[in-house]
């Protein structure tokens, strides 16, 4: 074997191995977008649902009126999520409208805003589920917080009812964790 044969393998196995190497690249750029894309929509979809999941134990809370009824959420999603609670307008002189919002600054799907307050479930400002009690804090009970990671307790608790201005509203405790 003389030094042009040896010089000829190492060649073929180096173009061999970088031909191998291109085609994993552009395996990869083609696929991983379409996957951090469905990944991100899956998440948001699952926050949705656990949203729809609180509202509806709210409601439950709502109409069966009994002060102390407790429930925790997990809300699972990536890194790259907010939830807050926050103050809506002023109820009467001691309390505030209740929001809770989960914002996900997305990569690769859409941005996406779900809030749970007096007008209902809605996402990116659109309808999902109407309102049915309007629910309010007493910000002594449940201070506006937010946190953001990738596994978000929310703690809800029902303390009563008000009237004020006429209309009854239900009152919570919140707490993230």
Known sequence: MNSD???????????????????????TAAALPNL????????????????????KDMDTF??????????????????????????GKKVGDRFR???ITYEAENILAEK??????????????KSVLP?????????????EQMESGDKIRIEYSYQGTTVEGGYTWHLFSIILL
Request: charge should be negative; charged fraction near 25%.
């Open 97 to 99: 409208e209740l929001k």
């Open 5 to 27: 044969d040896a010089v000829s393998e190492v060649l073929g196995f180096v173009l061999v191995f970088g031909l191998a190497i291109i085609l994993v690249s552009l395996v």
């Open 62 to 87: 709502c109409l069966a009126e009994v002060p102390g009824m407790k429930k925790q959420a997990i809300i699972d999603t990536s890194d790259k999520v907010r939830l807050s609670v926050s103050y």
């Open 112 to 125: 996406v805003r779900i809030v749970i307050d007096s007008n209902g479930l809605t996402r990116n400002g």
């Open 131 to 143: 309102p049915s009690f309007l629910i309010a804090v007493n910000p002594k009970d449940t201070a």
């Open 36 to 55: 951090i894309k469905e990944t991100e929509i899956e998440d948001n979809e699952k926050a949705l649902s656990s949203f729809g999941g609180i509202k």
